[in-house]
């Protein structure tokens, strides 16, 4: 069946980096979008980025310039390197994936499976 296991989260001091992991099984990332989403408690779930399944990358305003996202194919797995990082970065960071690829990987709402998130915590 189709896992998601998110790590990498942590606290790290404003501006330093982090890289987010999310190890996929039960389906190859050729035939799946991934996204990066992130919720703060008491606010709307917030899409960070995603990649395509053929590799087209998309990022949100807040994360333009200071996110990364990439996946190596061979280990199945999809990463999110953040940089210059910021307080109102601090949430649970969850990695997502849908079969719908006929449709954009920015659309929020076509994600099924999710992992279970990995706390990112950005205080000094």
């Known amino acids: 069946q189709v896992q998601l296991v998110e790590s990498g989260g942590g606290l790290v001091q404003p501006g330093g980096s982090l890289r987010l992991s999310c190890a996929a099984s039960?389906?190859?990332?050729?035939?799946?979008?991934i996204g990066w989403f992130r919720r703060v408690p008491g606010k709307e779930r917030e899409g960070v980025s995603c990649?395509?399944?053929?590799?087209?990358?998309y990022y949100a305003d807040s994360a333009k310039g200071r996110f990364t996202i990439s996946r190596d194919i061979a280990k199945n797995t999809i990463y999110l390197q953040m940089t210059d990082l910021k307080p109102d970065d601090t949430a649970i960071y969850y990695c997502?994936?849908?079969?719908?690829?006929?449709?954009?990987?920015?659309?929020?709402?076509?994600?099924?499976?999710w992992g279970q998130g990995t706390q990112v915590t950005v205080s000094s």
């Open positions: 997502a994936a849908t079969q719908n690829t006929y449709a954009s990987c920015v659309l929020n709402y076509l994600y099924t499976y």
């Open positions: 039960g389906f190859t990332l050729n035939y799946y979008h």
């Open positions: 990649i395509s399944h053929v590799g087209i990358t």
